[in-house]
């Protein structure tokens, strides 16, 4: 029942910007965590950023002072500012969302997205 649905992907140019999107919606009684992970050919999924409910953030290394994480107050949005790209940020992105479902306050899932590729090349 819950939904998660990544949007904003797509090719650019090195040193260009680009902001992907990802909305949650469904059966959800709240949102403690999103965020994005990305999972390039024949290397393992990484965490790209990550924002809390509370606004606390975090980021891979490799992308600090390039990229930066938001939300929405309800916690239903994220978004992803990516600046400065790089050919190394080639990957699929993928939205998580730490949900409780409305139906079982007890329970904290993950859920992901379907993934959108991002391309940065000449």
């Known amino acids: 029942q819950v939904r998660v649905v990544e949007s904003g992907g797509g090719s650019v140019q090195p040193g260009g910007s680009l902001r992907l999107s990802c909305a949650a919606s469904?059966?959800?009684?709240?949102?403690?965590?999103m965020g994005w992970y990305r999972q390039a050919p024949g290397k393992e999924r990484e965490l790209v950023a990550v924002?809390?409910?509370?606004?606390?953030?975090n980021y891979a290394e490799s992308v600090k002072g390039r990229f930066t994480i938001s939300r929405d107050g309800a916690m239903r949005t994220v978004d992803l500012h990516m600046n400065s790209l790089k050919t190394e940020d080639t990957a699929i992105y993928y939205c998580?969302?730490?949900?409780?479902?409305?139906?079982?306050?007890?329970?904290?899932?993950?859920?992901w997205g379907q993934g959108t590729q991002v391309t940065v090349s000449s």
């Open positions: 998580n969302a730490r949900v409780t479902p409305s139906y079982d306050r007890r329970r904290s899932n993950d859920y």
């Open positions: 469904g059966s959800i009684f709240s949102v403690s965590a």
């Open positions: 924002i809390t409910s509370g606004g606390t953030t």
